[in-house]
Antibody, heavy 118, light 107 residues
């Protein structure tokens, strides 16, 4: 099992962004994927989760309406996107696969660092 | 949302020490509690799930206990590689929530 995330991004406020998480080594459509934010020097925050099998998507209240989570089962890739970035979106973003039968992440991506600065 | 509170927020200990970290939930979460370890610049790593089940490949010096609202992670004999930040996470109900973290430092 491997999750490979897209590379570091440096963007300006107001720009859009879509980062990716490509999965391999398992049946992508059969496991939930979660996205977690970690702001500089801070703890972990759940953003949302998606089940690629039926695209059931749930957002944490703090992130509802702020980001969009999606998946492409053809290329086994999950996405996290913003339509208009803010400086406060500067953070490391991790994707992870949920363990079979438990809503915990047993395999993590390496993280994508997003910096938003004018 | 269910709030998770870890204590202490930071802890200094020596190699070979026995260490315990506590995680309290704002409401009962049965045994739906996980523990992760995170080293600087790295993704978290799952240690314990369902409060006391050891993830495959995790050393047996790590153990978890508890149910309801109070949980503990114990490291029986600290190794140099264990100095990191530890997070608990509840997954009884969405949104799943993490504790604020406990930074374990070398004394």
């Amino acid at each position: 099992v491997q999750l490979v995330q897209s590379g570091t991004e440096v963007k300006k406020p107001g720009e859009s962004l879509k980062i990716s998480c490509q999965a391999s080594g398992y049946k992508f459509s059969s496991y939930w994927i979660g996205w977690v934010r970690q702001m500089p020097g801070k703890g972990l925050e759940w953003m949302g989760i998606i089940y690629p099998g039926d695209f059931d998507t749930r957002y944490s209240p703090s992130f509802q309406g702020q980001v969009t989570i999606s998946a492409d089962t053809i290329i086994s890739t999950a996405y996290l996107q913003w339509s208009s970035l803010k400086a406060s979106d500067t953070a490391m973003y991790y994707c992870g696969r949920f363990k079979d039968g438990d809503y915990v992440i047993d395999y993590w991506g390496q993280g994508t660092l997003v910096t938003v600065s004018s | 949302d269910i709030q998770m509170t870890q204590s202490p927020s930071a802890l200094s200990a020596s190699v070979g020490d026995r260490v315990t970290i506590t995680c309290r939930a704002s409401q009962t979460i049965d045994i739906y509690l996980a523990w992760y370890l995170q080293k600087p610049g790295k993704a978290p790593k799952l240690l314990i799930y369902k409060a006391s089940s050891l993830e495959s490949g995790v050393p047996s010096r790590f153990s978890g206990s508890g149910s309801g609202t109070e949980f503990t992670l114990t490291i029986s004999s600290l190794r140099p590689d264990d100095f990191a930040t530890y997070y608990c996470q509840q997954y009884l109900s969405y949104p799943y929530t993490f504790g604020q973290g406990t930074k374990l430092e070398i004394k």
